[in-house]
């Protein structure tokens, strides 16, 4: 065995554990909101009504309150965004973050799904994704 097998060998062992460690957590997470989403069925109108910013490194966090059989219930959630390029001509020049479920901000109206049974378990609809930063 030459030393090119031996250089792959252990670019791939160094490489390979925070990979599949990665895809674990990405899958966790996936099957999580899944399994969240199919149980809650139902629906309200909710009013966003806090959004928390504590600066650049950390996530923004979504409040909103919904109202179910006259009671109302509060759900927070990390605000989930997608990344849109900045161009100067056809030139990109930076990336502007814009959240997943379209403008947001204090007093907007939100969907929120709950679960019938249990209201207090909710989820913002649209709210859906990876990147929070």
């Given at each position: ?33 899944r399994r969240l989403r199919e149980r809650c069925t139902a629906s309200a109108e909710g009013v966003a009504v806090r959004l928390a910013s504590r600066g650049l490194d950390r996530p923004t966090v979504l409040t ?70």
């Amino acid at each position: 065995m030459g030393d090119g097998f031996w250089i792959v060998l252990i670019f791939c062992l160094i490489l390979l554990p925070p990979i599949l460690i990665v895809l674990l957590i990405r899958g966790i997470v996936l099957s999580r909101r899944r399994r969240l989403r199919e149980r809650c069925t139902a629906s309200a109108e909710g009013v966003a009504v806090r959004l928390a910013s504590r600066g650049l490194d950390r996530p923004t966090v979504l409040t909103a309150v919904y109202t179910v059989d006259g009671r109302v219930y509060r759900v927070s959630e990390t605000l989930k965004y997608r990344s849109e390029a900045i161009r100067a001509g056809k030139i990109p020049v930076g990336q502007r973050r814009i959240p997943r479920m379209g403008p947001v901000e204090e007093g907007c109206a939100v969907t929120v799904r709950y679960d019938p049974a249990h209201p207090e378990i909710a989820l913002i609809e649209g709210n859906d994704g990876f990147r929070n930063v």
